[in-house]
Each structure stands twice: as C-alpha cells, then as structure tokens.
C-alpha cells in the first residue's frame, strides 16, 4: 500500500482551477489504487514553522556539529517533522496557482523548510549536489491566468513550472509530470472553464497510471 501526499498551495478552495483539477486527479487516483491512501496538506490554514533566526541557528550548528540551545532544537524538531512527513509519502501531488509570475509565498515557506542539507539533498566534492528523495513519482497541477507556452514571448515569465521542478528535481525527483490550466484570466471565463475541462479529463486519465 502505497501514500500519495497532496499538498495544496490555494487558499481559493472551490474557487480555485488548480485545486479543482487536482481533486479530479485524487478522485480518479484513489479509485484506481483502493488500497493506497491519500494524505492532503493545506498550506493555507496548516501552521508551517517559520524558518527564522533560530531556525537557521540551529541549522548552521548541524553543519558544524555543534550543540543546539533548548529554543533552537525546538525549532529544528518542527522543520524535522515537516520533513519526515514528506519523505514518508511514496507519490507526491502539488497543486497551486501562480502568483506573480512564480509560487504562493506559504508553498516557497514550505520548500524552504524541507529543502535540508542531509534530510533531502547532499554535496561532496566529487558528486556535487545529490537529492535524497528518490524513486517516487510527482505530478504538478498548475493553475495560470495567461498562457507560457515553451519558446514564445512569455515562456520567460514563467517561474512557477520550471523552480518547482528546479526544486523536486534538486531532492531526487526524476519523474516529475505536470498538467496545466491556462489560461484562467486572460480569454475570459468561459475559456477557462473550457481549459479547466480539459485538465479534468487529464487528471483522471493520468492518475490511473500514476
């Protein structure tokens, strides 16, 4: 039995095409794998541990193998478990609008707490950088309110796609599929919910194999 984590980036609930696309995406996946089970993060209401001071105090005394303080291994403990509870998913989904031209602020909050030297990615001097988190399947369900096809004038607009791969791909993730909702804005609303139809049948079709 395997887990598929969905971790959620809206906060626009029904209102949003991503979340909407990626429900579709669950749904389906959860028919055609009955004995796995799904484990849903809403960033827009869970209480992430903030990467403050203290926590990048404590973060530093690990790369030097220092003692942490009492404050500092309190603050480390929640990002700990912010990781363990990404690394124990076998599939990932993420699910998430884009904001000015990237990703909401709490899903960067999220990346930069389980982005971890020594829990997600190492480096040697012969090897380089090398993701930890190996082996499992991500799908991205990205929402956008213009269109950033590969190769014309806005594709360098784009900074939502092409980080969060940057970011799986920098843990491990080699199999990494999206679907995309575009656009939601620009041609109006009955062009989106078109598009948004379209992602739909994706999703249910993709999450069979997934």
């Known amino acids: ?60 005394r690990i790369l030097h193998g220092e003692e942490y303080a009492r404050e500092e291994r309190e603050s480390w403990t929640a990002v700990e478990s912010c990781i363990d509870e990404f690394k124990s998913a076998d599939k990932l989904v993420i699910s998430s609008p884009m904001w000015n ?29 090398r993701g ?4 499992k399947p991500a799908m991205l ?3 956008r309110g213009g269109e950033y096809a590969p190769g014309s004038d806005a594709a360098s607009y784009d900074m939502q796609k092409p980080y ?25 609303r009955d062009a989106a919910l078109h598009k948004l139809d379209e992602a739909v049948a994706l999703a249910r079709e993709k999450a069979a194999a997934f």
């Open 1 to 60: 039995m395997a887990t598929l984590l969905h971790i959620q980036a809206s906060p626009r609930r029904d209102r949003s095409y991503s979340l909407r696309a990626a429900i579709a995406f669950v749904e389906a996946y959860s028919d055609a794998h009955p004995d796995d089970s799904v484990k849903t993060l809403d960033l827009a209401t869970t209480d992430l541990p903030a990467f403050d001071a203290t926590a990048v105090s404590a973060k530093y």
């Open 101 to 129: 031209f990237g990703i909401p602020y709490r899903l960067k909050q999220y990346l930069d707490i389980i982005i971890q030297p020594s829990y997600t990615f190492t480096y040697s001097d012969t090897e380089g950088y």
């Open 132 to 135: 930890l988190v190996t082996g």
């Open 141 to 143: 369900i990205l929402a």
């Open 164 to 188: 969060l791969e940057l970011a799986l791909g920098f843990m491990g993730f080699t199999q990494i599929d999206s679907i995309l909702v575009e656009p939601t804005l620009m041609a109006g």
